[in-house]
C-alpha cells in the first residue's frame, strides 16, 4: 500500500514539474517555431515558378478619352487562374514534403533543402534546447527538438487591386495574389496553428 502511495506522489510530482516545463518553454517554443515555419513557406514561395507568362495588356486594360483616364480595369479572372495555378504547385510541395515522398529535380541548395526535409519525415527545423533559453552562448547546447507540420487546410489565393493617384495627372495601379497557408506546428511540447499570408505581386504600373 505504501508503494502505491508513494509511486502515486512520485507520478504527480513528475506530471507537475513536466508541465512547469512546458509552461516555462512554449512562448519560446512558438516565437522560433513560428520563425522556421515561415522561412520554410517563404523559401518555398520564392522557388515556385511563375506558371505562365504574361503579355503587356493581360492583366490590365486602360480607356482613355485624349489625355484623361476614362476607366481602368483589371482582368481578375485571369489573375485569379493564375493563383490557383500557384496553390497547386505549392500544395503539391507541401504535401510531398509532409509525406515524406518529396523528390528533387536538380541539386540545387533549394531542392537539397527539401529533399532532407522529406526524407527525415517532413522535419523542417531541429531546435535545441538552448536556444530557448535566449542566451547566445547556450544556442547550441543540449538535445534537439523536431519541428514538423501538418497541413490542416487548403491553401488559398485572393486577388486584391490598388488604384491610388500619383502626381498631378498619373495614377499607381497595381495587383497582387495573396497566398493563404494554414498549418499545424508539431512539436513535443508544443502545437499550434501557424497562418500567415504571403504577397504574390503581379503588376505596379504607373499610367
Do not use: W
Not at 507568362?53 to 484623361?68: A, F, Y
Amino acid at each position: 500500500m505504501k508503494k502505491r502511495y508513494l509511486l502515486l506522489i512520485i507520478l504527480v510530482i513528475l506530471a507537475l514539474i513536466i508541465n512547469f516545463i512546458c509552461l516555462s518553454i512554449t512562448p519560446a517554443l512558438k516565437t522560433v517555431a513560428d520563425k522556421e515555419v515561415n522561412r520554410f513557406c517563404q523559401m518555398i514561395i520564392n522557388n515556385t515558378p511563375f506558371p505562365v507568362e504574361l503579355e503587356p495588356g493581360d492583366l490590365i486594360q486602360v480607356e482613355r478619352s485624349g489625355d484623361t483616364i476614362v476607366a481602368i480595369n483589371f482582368n481578375t479572372n485571369f489573375a485569379s487562374s493564375i493563383g490557383a495555378k500557384i496553390v497547386n504547385q505549392l500544395e503539391d510541395i507541401f504535401y510531398a514534403v509532409e509525406e515524406g515522398c518529396y523528390l528533387s529535380i536538380d541539386n540545387s541548395f533549394y531542392q537539397r533543402q527539401l529533399q532532407n526535409m522529406s526524407d527525415q519525415g517532413g522535419v523542417i527545423a531541429e531546435i535545441k534546447l538552448g536556444l530557448l533559453t535566449n542566451n547566445p552562448f547556450l544556442a547550441t547546447i543540449g538535445p534537439s527538438i523536431k519541428l514538423r507540420y501538418q497541413t490542416i487546410s487548403a491553401i488559398t489565393s485572393s486577388i486584391e487591386e490598388d488604384i491610388n493617384d500619383y502626381g498631378v495627372n498619373h495614377v499607381m495601379v497595381s495587383l497582387k495574389i495573396v497566398i493563404k497557408i494554414q498549418l499545424l506546428v508539431l512539436m513535443p511540447f508544443y502545437h499550434d496553428e501557424f497562418v500567415h499570408e504571403y504577397d504574390y505581386p503581379l503588376l505596379m504600373e504607373i499610367i
